[in-house]
């Protein structure tokens, strides 16, 4: 069986570096906030190029600390409420929506691109064009934006950096799958108020265990998030705010500097991997290969996904005609390993239901949830069983 990804390939390839790591923690027992997790901040900042960077216990507690961080920093209350929306995509991972709950604003939905299967920068601006007036009458407003970096592509962030700007609203970048990531020449992460990260084992840098981080270049947010994750308050003995213990801790920060060495390494052969993809499956009637978003940056070479900052997480093909789950099962039966993210959009949710805004039909996000399937590119996998794949799929599309 081909696999989606291959955790201990990774690791053989990796043994020395991670083995000397965690005999390092061994040796020295400092296993709350040790002296690895200051290192990984401090390397991780200098790599996306922000100020702060703060570990976190995972991507979740990263989303959820950063916006009770805004709350405590703009409203001088511990969270938002109710009548606060935040705006995100449905079409992501629970994680994201959740932390809108957790932090007590509310979730407003917004559709997606259906070529990039990003939140769409235009959908936002109608949005809040058209619910200026409504929004006053129930006394509601939106106060922020959280847009997530699907599949490793980053969103349009010019275009949401500027509706941020027009209408007072602040950004938190959902990064958990873009770890590496580019816009504009600048590393995902840097460009809205804070950006949220995950280590989670199956993400493009990913720990053995949960872990997360936030990055930010204000002082005031990585204060307060460097109080909320160890009970609220920089004394814990005597704490300020309604904390977390949401450290992330010694021994993943100490895996993570071992395989953050490998991070461009890694990206690259993902990259490379997609582009044996797109070759191979351009044109190919029934399915639609994932569109890279280079055009829109006006940069000059289009086709390469190294100067677009894709970095693959993963790579998600749309089957047009009905046909995915007919795909899935018959590439099963070849051996390989397929995988759909996201079957369900949030707004679709129980746990969302009552308890966030849609406004209009997510007809794109609707439609994805059932024509999506991602291929694997687990970054060492040889050329031969990539393009066992491609074959595979062009049989099933021919045959
Ligand atoms: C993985 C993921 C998260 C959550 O990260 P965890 O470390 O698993 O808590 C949040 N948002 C997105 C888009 C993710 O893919």
């Not at 201990?8 to 020395?16: A, F, L, R, T, V």
């Not at 790591?21 to 200098?46: D, N, R």
């Not at 707004?347 to 969302?352: D, I, P």
Request: overall charge negative; glycine content about 8%.
């Amino acid at each position: 069986m081909i696999p989606m990804l291959d955790l201990y390939g990774e690791y053989n390839y990796m043994k020395k570096d991670i083995d000397a790591a965690i005999k390092q923690c061994l040796e020295h027992q400092k296993w709350i906030l040790g002296p690895e997790v200051k290192e990984l901040e401090q390397k991780i900042a200098e790599y996306i190029g922000v100020k702060h960077c703060v570990g976190i216990s995972s991507g979740t507690d990263a989303l959820v600390l950063s916006l009770r961080a805004l709350a405590i920093k703009l409203k001088g209350e511990e969270y938002f409420n109710r009548s606060d929306g935040i705006i995100t995509t449905p079409f992501t991972f629970t994680a994201t929506g959740d932390a809108i709950l957790r932090s007590g604003a509310t979730p407003v939905f917004i559709d997606i691109d259906p070529f990039t299967y990003n939140i769409d920068p235009n959908k936002i601006r109608e949005y809040l064009t058209r619910n200026a007036e409504l929004e006053t009458r129930n006394s509601s407003h939106v106060v922020g934006m959280i847009p997530v970096h699907l599949y490793g592509q980053s969103c349009e962030m010019d275009e949401i950096m500027g509706i941020a700007k027009e209408h007072n609203l602040f950004v938190v970048e959902d990064v958990a799958q873009a770890f590496g990531g580019m816009w504009n020449g600048k590393k995902l992460g840097s460009i809205g108020d804070a950006g949220t990260f995950s280590f989670f084992p199956s993400k493009n840098l990913g720990g053995f265990g949960d872990g997360g981080m936030i990055s930010t270049n204000d002082d005031q947010t990585s204060d307060i998030i460097r109080m909320l994750l160890k009970h609220g308050g920089k004394d814990k003995y005597n704490v300020d705010h309604i904390g977390y213990n949401a450290r992330l801790d010694t021994i993943q920060a100490a895996i993570l500097l071992a395989k953050f060495k490998y991070i461009d390494e890694f990206n690259e052969r993902r990259q490379k991997i997609a582009e044996i993809y797109n070759q191979e499956l351009s044109g190919l009637e029934g399915i639609t290969i994932p569109v890279n978003n280079a055009r829109n940056q006006n940069l000059n070479d289009s086709t390469s996904s190294v100067t677009n900052g894709h970095v693959y997480h993963q790579y998600t093909i749309n089957v047009n005609n009905g046909k995915r789950d007919e795909l899935q099962k018959y590439l099963k039966e070849e051996g390989i390993s397929t995988m759909i993210y996201y079957p369900v959009p949030l707004h679709k949710m129980k746990v969302f239901e009552g308890r966030s805004r849609v406004t209009e039909e997510l007809t794109e996000s609707e439609q994805a949830v059932n024509d999506v399937i991602s291929l694997s590119v687990e970054p060492l996998q040889e050329e031969k069983d990539t393009m066992f794949i491609t074959a595979k799929i062009k049989d099933f599309f021919t045959k």
